[in-house]
């Protein structure tokens, strides 16, 4: 039989306590403080559910703390003040706490098995003849502490922690835009633009005015690390694009921005999901830039919703997890609207669109949706100057075009499928009613953003696709 050492995790234990101390009622009933191997590490445990039992916390605390638990241990003679300062410097994440819990589970269940059949060896040697029922007890007891080993670890409940009422009533400290009326610690976002808008550029100049905490175009940041994920411009494009950026903004070479360029990442894995964690904690990063959105789904298609879906459930959750911002960079259709599946507004906060002025330096930045805040509409100039670039207010120059959500529908719809019938258009309307899905192919007409390439004059069977498609 393997030995104690290596059924004890005094990792495992020590994070669970560490995790417990943020919010010990929810942990304390998972774990008893038998299922320590470290005795200390048992009595602050015991102590906590003791106090969570008598109610006994400061005013105005729902939980034991760790003071309030330290306190009754010096109170009876232990002191684990050093433990406890221990526990409270570890870095961890409360999501975490159900593995840790299972650990402990796991490894106190198989520490009792080990003891009985420990007990159960040293009877075949100094019974008087009754060994075999030992060895029967033995094995049974063994069967009972295995099939105890984490209760809950195939439970699909197991794992969730509700939110109560109580939760929700009780005071919170109003949320800081990490972006003034744009960004907001935790969200996930999308930025979309065609080919050649200067994408790249304005995303540079955003991440420097984050990391040094500028204002952005009028906008105030607050200062904090930015992890750029490129899979797009690859490495000697991307360092140039943000030299010229941190030039423009006078940035040193400390300036907390932080890349990976080419490395692979998809999405739709949990891998990468993972990795990217592990990198916005290395860095500390509040604002993560990811281009481009096709290429971190590598295999799925950005259509679908079954493929976009996915990778935004993921990114939003490694952003609460973390409470970085995130931004994807997305591309356009040739109508205008960004590319690809209805899903994707849906799964985000703020939806940016920018557009370039008649291949001018002038760019215009506007919110298709603001789930947080009001639409914002913002105009800049692109300003280069011998190895230099920086983005600054401009004035608004006239109404910029705007879609309704039936014509977005019918401009992506064209762009996926190419020319097609008023009644196929009407068919598929998935964001809006066929009725007004038909409504706007008129209205698009009428903008010259799609014409009717059959010749013919019936109106259902009539063939329509977007300015510049071929016949």
């Known amino acids: 039989m393997a030995g104690s050492k290596a059924l004890y995790d005094p990792d495992a234990e020590e994070r669970l306590l560490a995790t417990a101390l943020t919010d010990f009622a929810n942990f304390a009933r998972d774990v008893q403080?038998?299922?320590f191997h470290n005795k200390l590490h048992g009595q602050i445990w015991a102590v906590g559910q003791e106090l969570i039992d008598l109610g006994d916390?400061?005013?105005?605390?729902?939980?034991?703390?760790?003071?309030?638990?330290?306190?009754?241990?010096?109170?009876?003679?232990?002191?684990?003040?050093?433990?406890?300062?221990?526990?409270?410097?570890?870095?961890v994440n409360p999501v975490d706490a159900s593995v840790f819990a299972r650990q402990v589970r796991d490894l106190a269940a198989r520490r009792r098995a080990d003891n009985r059949l420990q007990a159960a060896l040293r009877a075949t040697h100094y019974s008087n003849g009754t060994w075999r029922d030992e060895i029967v007890r033995a094995i049974d007891g063994l069967s009972q502490d295995l099939t105890q080993a984490s209760p809950?670890?195939?439970?699909?409940?197991?794992h969730i922690s509700l939110l109560t009422a109580?939760?929700?009533?009780?005071?919170?400290?109003?949320?800081?835009?990490?972006?003034?009326?744009?960004?907001?610690?935790?969200?996930?976002?999308?930025?979309?633009?065609?080919?050649?808008?200067?994408?790249t550029y304005c995303f540079a100049d955003l991440s420097v005015c984050v990391a040094l905490g500028s204002p952005w175009l009028g906008l105030a940041t607050q200062q904090g690390a930015v992890l750029i994920i490129d899979e797009e411009s690859g490495t000697r494009r991307i360092l140039d694009r943000f030299a010229e950026a941190l030039r423009g903004h006078l940035a040193d070479a400390s300036t907390p921005v932080y890349i990976a360029s080419?490395?692979?990442?998809?999405f739709r894995e949990n891998e990468s999901l993972a990795t990217l964690d592990e990198l916005i904690r290395k860095v500390g990063?509040?604002?993560?830039?990811?281009?481009?959105?096709?290429?971190?789904?590598?295999?799925?298609?950005?259509?679908?919703?079954?493929?976009?879906?996915?990778?935004?459930?993921?990114?939003?959750?490694?952003a609460e997890a973390t409470g970085a911002a995130v931004l994807v960079v997305h591309h356009s259709n040739r109508g205008g609207a960004y590319r690809g599946s209805s899903a994707i507004p849906g799964a985000v906060d703020v939806m940016l669109e920018l557009t370039r002025r008649n291949d001018s330096q002038l760019v215009d930045i506007a919110t298709v949706k603001n789930r947080d805040g009001e639409p914002i509409t913002l105009s800049a100039m692109m300003?280069?100057?011998?190895?230099?670039f920086d983005l600054i207010p401009a004035p608004t120059v006239g109404p910029r075009e705007t879609f309704s959500k039936a014509e977005r529908y019918v401009l992506r719809y064209l762009e996926e499928h190419g020319a097609d019938t008023v009644k196929n258009i009407m068919d598929h309307a998935d964001t809006c009613a066929s009725t007004t899905a038909r409504q706007a192919i008129y209205l698009?007409?009428?903008k010259n953003k799609v014409w009717r390439c059959d010749g013919g004059s019936g109106t259902q069977s009539a063939t329509y696709c977007l300015v510049g498609d071929a016949k």
């Open 285 to 318: 990063a509040r604002l993560v830039v990811i281009d481009a959105l096709a290429d971190v789904m590598l295999g799925g298609d950005e259509n679908a919703v079954k493929d976009t879906q996915p990778v935004f459930h993921g990114l939003r959750t490694v």
């Open 444 to 446: 698009l007409a009428e």
């Open 33 to 35: 403080p038998e299922d």
């Open 152 to 158: 809950q670890a195939d439970t699909p409940a197991s």
């Open 262 to 266: 080419l490395v692979g990442f998809n």
């Open 57 to 91: 916390y400061p005013q105005g605390v729902n939980v034991p703390t760790a003071a309030s638990i330290g306190d009754a241990l010096e109170r009876r003679g232990v002191d684990v003040g050093l433990l406890i300062a221990h526990l409270q410097a570890l870095d």
């Open 166 to 199: 109580a939760e929700a009533l009780q005071p919170r400290p109003p949320r800081k835009w990490l972006v003034e009326k744009l960004f907001l610690p935790g969200s996930v976002n999308v930025m979309f633009a065609p080919p050649g808008t200067g994408k």
């Open 383 to 388: 300003r280069w100057s011998d190895g230099i």
